[in-house]
Nanobody, 114 residues
Framework: QVQLVESGGGFVQPGGSLKLSCAAS????????MSWYRQAPGKERELVAS??????HYADSVKGRFTISRDNTKHTVDLQMNSLKPEDTAVYYC?????????WGQGTLVTVSS
């Protein structure tokens, strides 16, 4: 059974950086789109960034600050977050389409505060 495990969340001051990682474990033959979502308190889950085989997509709120990348041999997706703002505070979830099924990680908390 394929599982996604995230790491890298934590507390950071405004302007700081964090890198989130998500790894898929198990027997895997194909992963299509990999994505990061986030959910802030009292808000709906929103797409932050996604990466396919060639293209990437970013929410307007993170363009120029966040970078998504993937390693197909390791079945991982990373999210480098720079110039963090208090409004980036949320639980971040990775999502992968593994053999046509959407799988989610358990979430990792990112808190940006002075």
């Amino acid at each position: 059974q394929v599982q996604l495990v995230e790491s890298g969340g934590g507390f950071v001051q405004p302007g700081g950086s964090l890198k989130l990682s998500c790894a898929a474990s198990g027997t895997i033959f194909r992963i299509d789109v990999m994505s990061w979502y986030r959910q802030a308190p009292g808000k709906e889950r929103e797409l932050v960034a996604s990466i396919g085989s060639v293209t990437t997509h970013y929410a307007d709120s993170v363009k120029g600050r966040f970078t998504i990348s993937r390693d197909n041999t390791k079945h991982t997706v990373d999210l480098q977050m720079n110039s963090l703002k208090p409004e980036d505070t949320a639980v971040y979830y990775c999502k992968m389409v593994v053999e046509y099924r959407s799988l989610w990680g358990q979430g990792t908390l990112v808190t940006v505060s002075s």
